[in-house]
Each structure stands twice: as structure tokens, then as C-alpha cells.
């Protein structure tokens, strides 16, 4: 057989194939980008020009580029944010869909209606209740509905406006004609996802972006912002706006994020506020900072435990009777979540005529209401043509068909019917080619002065097949940048001057509590972890050695460290000599793997990285990769355990510096370094008290492996360069105020953290905190190490262990001076009365 | 009969607390059948902040918040009403199914207004169970109220009281199973009864004069916060029924105020930021005046 290629008869190459061929698109729905004849639609032509005149490899690098960019901007989940293995929400395809000037003025007209209708029927529900006395909404709707909450009954926004923001999905159905899916009143997502996707759509197609006339973002968010400001009438330089989220667990975080960063407004949690007064303050570090406006990313019934319900995680207690006061604006008002009702469109055809006097511009799409009989029976009599779903809330499983019958009978109005929706398909880019994707619009609309304002572009939310487009699982949707196009030239308008006006609000001269305490948190651990690598990497040199267990002096020692640690269990009692081989590298692997135990490397990575998480927002991404990269260690347990440690110590020293490098050197970089310096000056102080027999008896190995733990060792021989003796040891490691290991650089550090805390009142005076690092700096710097030698009758050992025995002492109480004074989180509980009553006798 | 009530509500903490949130339910609500001549609302520490409203049910709410440091929270309601016995219902009502298709109608706006308590709500559930269970009350063309009567005969007979038994949050398919609870399951339950056969039932929290065991006297403190329900009957308005006693609400009912169920009208609720271990005391305290005021 011979392998010699032979050139086969030269066929005629054929023209190379458009990208976007007609013909893969299904007739049965709306073609975005074609007409009834297949040819890509005018509005089209730009976008399927520019792809096509890229080429295919190019365009999947393009994407990949897409990919990364959206990655490192933070919008992914990484493994370990994800331990579920969710994917991530609304992963950006990068064709855009464009929209012609003509249609999405509809659309527009059509929102700003539809929101002024849904505000009206708010007021109205939340008020006079007229619609319901004259049987335009049926009772069913207030009274069996959970997104009507009766606390928020006669509260009238401080805004004095019901509804502030508001998003609905759009589809075009089969006749080219936009309708509404869903309509979002409590918390809209996707915001966020929005903006993140024209940031990064504008920088891979920037030619295109730039020579096609699109309706630029920026101008929504500044009105969203002033509408704000000038309805609360807040301060236009530093308005006490933040940002509610849930915090990092809700799959939507870096929305909250992005959003936080691109409008200025401070990112807490609910633990961050606190009610005073009737009155929603910010815990800060100085002290409580009044808040005037929430924008909210919370749903309804979880913004306030007290008020509603009392298993609700992550809301404010009090935060309604604040709302009631009129002494904060929230956006959306709490109870907004009404408008989320999925049977609410049904009604809106006959409200828009009645309160408005016109017809209903953007219809919903068709439903029957199983609360009415003879919509029930049509309902019962087609079950095959259409889906049935809740009608009140719109979460909870839908029920299955065997129970359908039964619930339908005993709560009819809790259900509804839809016909299928036949969205339109868009052009997705996958896998090397142009594919058929259906297609929803999520489009976004703000308060202002005049009604609202419609976002222009928004969240093209697309997949494989209908169910999962019109399904509620982010993760298992993409997303493209709607383009609106403009008949104007459009003003440049950059995204990142909104970011450059209103951004760095009061960041860096304070910072809320919890912030501080993550950040503390995350010094501690960080350092901890480096401190265990670096004993469990000492170990493994000198077992990979070729000496026996038996010719290591310092072993015990070492083990002894990692036993006062809680690295490996205790020795056993009756222990004579050194540890059997085997079961030493047993303990040790378990040192470093086992997840169960808290204080192995694996388990106090998990936890550098769970404090990161918190303070994401506050890291630059360098540092975010590094701590990504932490998540290779649990899966390297068969490796070379020195070679893993080693880069590990590395991957730590990394993060380190690009989170310490990153931090301007405001109060957050305080905390964390401050949460360092305990953490090493307890560590410091323990290696000594721990080995002082050994230490004292001048072994030869024990200080090495001191000078080697401390991470001292260079400094030592640089200096003494003579044999290892304690006296210029503990000089170094205690004393040494130049030396950055030294139990007296972490002190004078520590000092100088403390004079910078914020303070009530008077300087003059010192604050404990201040008086507690004097305190253990001159006990140090007191501490006479001349002629200091164990073997004079231990006396001096005796008082050296004394001194390192209170040290520690301190060093915790200082702990928790600090925690106390500025980060204290209180654990709040409900109590309610039980009523028991009493039957007669 | 006119009643003196004094209920105090004590919390004491093991370490200070810092902030205390609470939003009472405990001044009586003006009814045909009873008039408020006194009430007032005593709390120690002082709050810093103290609001008064009236809520979606017409019930007077209280929200306050202690804002210093405390290792004590009391509040006291004392109030002094006049109860009168309510108009006795018609003797025969119309047929239950009728009652619940005239809700289903709601053609008027008493019948309208009642809808609101013909659905489930947070803490009542309404279940096949508790249909399954009202149903023997209820045969065909049953007059509502004998139906309802019945019910709470049965609901006293079958169900245990048991202090231990259950808690704030015991759901009505629970009761059903172990049988037992207190008069605000009791209350719950007969709601769920009533709301799965879509009739409109109520929540009434209050308290109950009790009465000593013949020959004894009345023990100072031995009362307690009482509950029970509420009926819809067209056209006469609301029949009170108190299932934990298989009687009719009457002149010795004090009420306090009315919602879907406990959630609406909890009597005392709040959160409070640290405080360490809470104890808590409750003393309510129902004395008949028994000397008339003189007139000024």
C-alpha cells in the first residue's frame, strides 16, 4: 500500500457559502433577519456583510475573545463560586441583533404605556382599591395573590412614584407583531448583563459598532440616576444611594457588581443596614452613615424579616415601616411584585381602556384564567393545546397532571393557560457556523419626570429551543446585545464616562463593617495558609532527605507545631521515639487534603477563598485569577506533595501582592493587612513558645527548622553567618523591627493601623485599640535578650515563656478589641407570642 | 360587662441587647359589640421610637423600636371595654353552597369585602385533608352556621388541647394528623375548614374571661391571650365561634383585632439584635369591673 497522495480530478471550488442561509431558519416563526422571500432584511445588512467578510476561524476567535473578555470581566462563575456545576447566566453570543429605528419606536411607545398602566393599577391596589370595588380586577387577584403584601397597604412612596423601574420580555410572534411574555415589577435582572454585553460587543466589533448608527446605553443610566436623585430629592454630590443584594450566593452577583461599580452606589448586604428611628442607616466603620434611596436586587418578600417573613435571609429588619415613613426610596417600592402576577395581563386590555381611554398598544400574549368558569372549561376541554402554569406566583413547580385535576378543583384561580409562544429566531454563531436561536427581548424602562424612559437595546435572551428560551434557568440561556438603530447620528456617548461621573463614591475613606471584617478575615487566612505551607513543606524536604526518622532531631518539634495547629491528631500517649514512616505520611497527606478537618491546607484555602468571594467586588481581577488558580490544589494529590506545596506558596504570594498592590491604602487595605499582622505575630510567638525545650537546649536542627518556618533563614546567614545560636535568633525573629518575619515589625505595623481607625471625637486621646499595640511594642522592645542562655538555670526561659505566653494573650485580646469595636455582627432573633389560650375548666 | 385587661409581655436578656424592633397587636378593636372606654401602652426602656397605625384589617398596630443598650424589654397593654352580647344569628341560615356561591359572586360589597378571608393564606393552608374533614358537618343544604356549629363541636371533641404540642408555625395538615395543639390551631383549623368549602372565615385574637372552678377564687395572672374564629353569614354579618370551648363567642370575648390568620395579627412580635438567651414572661391579667363608675 502506497501512502503517496494522489490529487483527485479538480472539481470547481464551489463560491464560498453565506454565512446566513434562509433556508436553515424554520418557517414557522418570524425571521429576524430575513424577509418572506429569504433575503436578509436591510437593517440585517450591515451585520451579515461585516461576518461575512471575516473569516470562519476568525469569527470563532472572535467569539472566544467574547468568551474571555466576558470571563475576566467577572460575569462566569469559576468552579469554586459554582460547587453545583451551574453554568453561567446568559453566556454572551456575540452577532448582535439589531432592531431598525421604526419598529423599536413602537416598542417604545408601547412600554412607556404599558408602565404607566401597571403604576396606575399599583397605586391603586396599594390604595383606594377602586379597581377591585368595581370588579376590573376580580378579588381573586388581591386577596388569593402573594405578591399583594397587605403591610405595604396605604404606604405611598417616598418618590411618591409606585413603580421606578420596570422590564418585560418581548417575543415577535409569527406575524412580525412584538408581545409581551412577562412583565417584571419587584427586581428585573438583566440589567447588568446588558451593559456588560455592550461593553464588550463595542470592543470586538468596533468597527462595526462605530460605523453603524446604534443607540448608545450611557444616556439611560444617567436618567436612571438624576430621575432618582431629583424624585428623593437627594443631594446631587454624594447621594446616600446603595445597591441591595443578596450578596455573592445569588447566581446573578456580578450584576449586582457591575452595576454597583457602573453607577456608583455602594454594594451591601442586608446585614450592612440597620434601622434606627424609622430610618435606614449603613454600618460603617466610623458609625452609621443615613441612607435615602435603595435600589433594591431583593425580591419582595425577603426585604424585611420583621415585617413579612420571619425565615427571610438577607433583608433589612424594618426596612417597610422606614418605607411607610416616607424616609427612604426604594427601587422598586416594596409590593411592586405585583405587577410580576402572571394572570395580571389578561386584565390589562380592559384596564388601559377604562383608565386610560385608549386600547392597549404592546398586547400579552393570550392566556385563559382558570378563576373564571367558562375560561376553566375551555381550558379543561383543550388540555393538549396549551400549557397550564400558576397564575398568582411565578415560582413554585408546576404542578404535575395527575395533581392538575384535583388542585384545579379546590383553587381554580391559582392556575392559568397559555397557548405555546412561537418566538422569532435570530442568527446565533455556534460551533463555526450561523445557527437558528429563538429569541426574547428583555427590555428595561426607569421613572422619570415626564413617565418612563425605555432603555434603547436591552437583553436578547436566546436558546436551542422554545422551552428553555421561555424557561427561568439563566444558565442554560444565551444572551446577545440588542442594537437599536438610529436615523440620527448618534451623539458619541462613551459607557465609561457614566463610570467616570458618579463612580468612587465615598469608596476608600470608609467602608462598610462587613466589608472590613471579610477583608480582616481574608488577611488572617491568607497568612495562615502561607504559614502551614510553608511547615508542611519543611517536612516534606526533610522526609524526601535521605536520613531516617530517627536522624531528624527537629521532627518532634515540627510535629509538635502541627499538633498545637490541629493539622494532624495528638500523639498518642504511650509514643516513644519518632512515629512510624508510614503513618507519618498518612497524617501528613491528610494535612494537606482532608476537607473535613478545619485546619488542613485544603480546608483554609477553601476559606482565603470563600473571604475573597466576599470582597470580589473589591478585588482588581489579577488578584481574582490567582485565587482561582487555588482551586488546581485539591486535585493534585498524587503529585510530588513539595512541588505542590511550592507552588502553592507561589499561587498565595501572588494573590498577596496583587490584592495588597491593587488596594488603594484606604481603611479596606488596613483590615487586611491588619488581619496579617495578628495572624503572623500569633504564629511567630507560637513557634517559639512551642519549641523552647528544643530551642533552649540550642539543638542545632530545632533552630534551623525555626529559622526555615519563620521564613528567616537568608536574613539570618546574611547577618550572623555564623552557626545557628538563640540569642541572635530570637533577636531576629522577636526583636527585630527591620526584619518583616519579627514579632516587633508586626507590632509596629499593627500600631500604626490603629492611629489611622476611624475615631469618635477627640484625637488627643488614645483609643484602646491604640493603647493595646503600645503596650505589647514596649514589652517587646523591653525584652532583654543579653546573656540570655537556657542552660543558666532555665530562669530566664521561664520568664521568656512568660513573656510569649501573655504576648499571645494579647495579641487575641487585641483581636477582639477590634472585632467588637468596628466590626461587630450582632446575631439578631425573632420572638413572637404564642397564643395558647385557655380552655374552661 | 365591662373588663379591666392588663397583659404584660417581659423579656429578659442574658447580655444587653442593642436595638429591639416589635410591632404590637394589642389595643382592642371598637366593635358593634364592644366600646374601648381606656387603653394604654406602657413600655420600659422608654423607645426612641414608637408608631401608631391602622392596617389593612382596621386592627391598631404598634411599631416601636429601643434603640440603647437593654437587658429588659416590658410592654403592658391595659385597656378597659365594655362588651355587649352580640345579636343573636338567624335560626336557620341559608344552605352553605349558597353562602359560598354568593362569595363566589360577591355581588355586594359586605360579600365582596368577606372574600378576602375565603382564601388561603400564609399560615392556613387549604388542603383535600381539611376538606375531607369539614365535610361530615357539611352534608347537602346544611344552614351554614348549624354546619360551622358542628364542626366546632367536633373539632373540640376529636382534637386534644396540649401546650406542648405544637408551635407558632404548626401547619393545618399537622393538626389533622396528630389530633392536639392549642385555641390557635383550633382556630387555624376550623379557618381551613371553613375556606375549603368556600366559605369565609376569620381570625380573631383576644382574650377570655375565665371563670374559677366553683368555690375557688380567681387566680390573679391566669389568663391568657385567647383565640378564635369568625363565620360569614350573608346578609347578618360575622358569627364569632370559639372552637377551643365549643361555644359561641360572646360577652365574655374581649376582642383585640382580626386578620386571615395568626400572622396578621400576632399580639407581640419583634427582633432583637443580640440579648444572648431570651426568658420570657407573659401575664395577662381579665378582671370584670363589677362597681360602675360614677358618671362626672
Redesign the interface.
Known sequence: MNDIHQPGPIRPRPAPASLFNAADFPEHAFREAFDAGGSPRGHWQPVTAALEAIAPEELNQRQERVRRMRHEDGATFNPFDDPSGRGTPWALEMIPLPIPAGEWAEVETGLVQRALLLERILADVYGPQNLLKEGLLPAELVYANPNFLHACHGIVPAGKRFLTYYAADLYRGSDGRFQVLRDYGANPAGLGYALENRIVLSRVFSELYHQTQIRRLAPFFQTLHRSLIQRASLRHQDPGIVLLSPGPESRIYFEHALLSRYLGYPLVEGEDLTVRNGQVFLKKLAGLEPVEAIVRHIADGASDPFALRREAAGGVAGLIQAFREQRVEIVNPIGSGFVDTPVLPLFLPELCRRLTGEALRLESHPGWWCGREDERRHVLANPGQMRIGPAMARTGAAPQLHDLTAAMAAAPHLFMARPPVAPATVPAWDQGRVRPRYALLRVFACATEQGFAVMPGGLAITAADVATVTGETPELQRSKDIWVLSDQPVEPFSLMSGLRTVAEFRRGSDLPSRVADHLLWLGRYLERAEGLVRLLRSLFRRLAGEAGLADIPELAYLLDILRAENAIPPAPADAAGPPRYRELTTQLKAALFQKERPETVVAILKRVQEAARNVRDRLSLDAWRAINHLDGFADNQTGDPLELLNDTLFTLSAFSGLAMESMTRGLGWRFMDMGRRVERALNQTALIRIGLIPLCAESRGALEALLEVSDSIMTYRARYRTSFQLAPILDLLLLDESNPKSLAFQLSQLSAHVEHLPRPGDRRFATPEERMTLEMLTAVRLLDLTGLRCDEGGEKSTSLAAFLHTMENRLKAFAQQITAHYLSRVLSTPHFSAIRGTPEP | MRYRIAHT?A?RYSEPA??S?N?LFLSPRITATQEVLQSRLAITPEP??L?R?T???GNLAH?F?V?QPHHELTMTATSLVQTTPPDPPPGITPPWETVAQRLAR?EH?PE?EA??F???S?LVT???GA?AYAQPSFPPGTPVLAGAVALMGRIFREFK?D?TAT??DTCVDQLLADRKG???DFAHLAISCMR?LGLAARYV?GY?E????PGKAKLIG??????WIALYVPDFGWVDLDP??NLPAGERHITLAWGRD?G?V??????????GV?T?T?RVDVTAETTRLDPL
Do not use: I, W
Request: aromatic share 10%.
Open positions: 409581655t423579656y442593642s436595638l424592633q410591632e426612641q421610637y408608631h397605625r392596617d389593612y384589617f411599631v423600636m434603640q360577591r360589597p365582596l372574600c378576602q375565603v382564601f388561603a400564609p387549604v388542603s383535600a376538606r388541647y401546650k408551635t407558632v392549642v385555641c390557635q375549603s385574637s377570655l375565665t371563670q374559677p372552678p391566669a389568663d391568657a391571650s385567647h383565640a377551643t370551648n395568626y396578621d400576632t399580639p407581640v412580635k419583634g427582633v432583637v439584635m443580640g440579648g431570651h420570657l407573659v
